[in-house]
């Protein structure tokens, strides 16, 4: 028996129930770990609003955690009892154990804490495929990232920096502002209070972006495609403002003959060689510490409503953990 957070229908914060369930042991393929500390991200809303359907219920949310192996279950090689792992991927995070898929693991070196393996695998691995794999960022390259202060936004600030790129990055106060300036943002925009997309004019003096990562949505399109210069790329890998409701494709034709793109880290990873170059990477990076892993706030997974109320109304910063 173990304990965790278990969805019995879709809905508010308010159907996360704490409570005790069976755990069968681990089947082909998959790894059983005790987890150490578990990831919260705006996916983890998606499937509990229903936005993105699960396949059964009830069921536990989350992808990311980070941990030790327990055990591991039939043809399962290269994973044994003791390894510190983490992941962010399949369901069954939020709980004191879960059954993980060992082609999504990654081992975590001794010098990178459980928290911060927690709080750096989607997110991490997110922002290695968008700069790295989506739109290879070169020294001058200008960027928009959009949620400068959020979990991939402070990731996302720090590494653009580091591979030369001018970081203009969008926030909602000013308080997330000096965060976003401390993580490598070169110009900061006030979205409430600035007319962002004429902004970006002024700051390029005229000449727009590269490249813009737009991980809101609704309230960031069609405005990020303003932002661009002839042939730039418009990278949304996210829907915290909701999805957008209607992507005219004459835009981009209409706007410089832009491109647009819809990634998700999950097709990055489902090849095993990719995952582990991908891996190699921001384990590389952080390790080195040209990327900080800003984990701003630890709840406990008995309190992750609250922890999605705040998430909801983009009133984090940074990573937030929920710990067992």
């Known amino acids: 028996m173990v304990e965790g957070i278990r969805i019995h229908k879709t809905g508010g914060p308010e159907v996360l129930t704490y409570e005790p369930f069976d755990l069968p042991p681990p089947g082909p393929g998959e790894v059983r770990m005790k987890n150490r500390a578990i990831g919260l991200n705006f996916i983890d809303v998606y499937h509990r609003t229903g936005l993105y359907p699960v396949a059964q219920s009830p069921f536990v949310p989350g992808g990311e955690s980070a941990g030790d192996v327990i055990s591991v279950g039939p043809g399962v090689t ?5 390894d510190r792992v983490a992941l962010a991927a399949g369901m069954g995070a939020y709980a004191t154990e879960r059954n993980a898929p060992a082609s999504q693991l990654v081992k975590i070196p001794d010098t990178i804490g459980y928290e911060t393996a927690a709080a750096m ?8 495929y968008l700069v790295r794999r989506t739109y290879k960022v070169k020294p001058g390259d200008v960027v928009l990232l959009h949620a400068a202060a959020g979990g991939v936004g402070l990731i996302a600030s720090q590494w653009l920096k580091h591979l030369g790129a001018t970081v203009i990055g969008t926030v909602g106060d000013k308080d997330k502002a000096k965060l976003a300036r401390k993580h490598g943002c070169d110009h900061v925009i006030l979205y409430r209070e600035e007319d962002w997309v004429k902004r970006v004019g002024e700051i390029t003096k005229g ?5 813009v990562y737009d991980g809101v949505g609704k309230a960031t399109y069609p405005g990020s495609l303003d932002c661009l210069r002839p042939f730039g790329l418009f990278v949304s890998f996210g829907n915290a403002s909701g999805a957008i409701d209607s992507f005219n494709i004459l835009h981009l034709s209409q706007k410089g003959s832009l491109y647009a793109t819809r ?20 384990i590389g990076v952080v390790s080195s510490g040209a990327v900080k892993i ?14 999605h109320r705040q998430l909801e109304a983009r009133a984090t910063t940074g990573a937030t953990v929920l710990i067992p």
């Open 78 to 82: 290269g994973f044994r009892k003791g």
């Open 121 to 128: 695998m989607l997110k991490g691995l997110t922002t290695q």
């Open 263 to 282: 990634p998700t880290l999950f097709t990055h990873t489902q090849d095993r060689k990719v995952l582990n170059a991908m891996a190699k990477d921001l």
């Open 294 to 307: 800003p984990v701003r706030s630890k709840v406990r997974l008995k309190e992750a409503a609250d922890a």
């Open 207 to 211: 000449a727009k972006c590269h490249v």
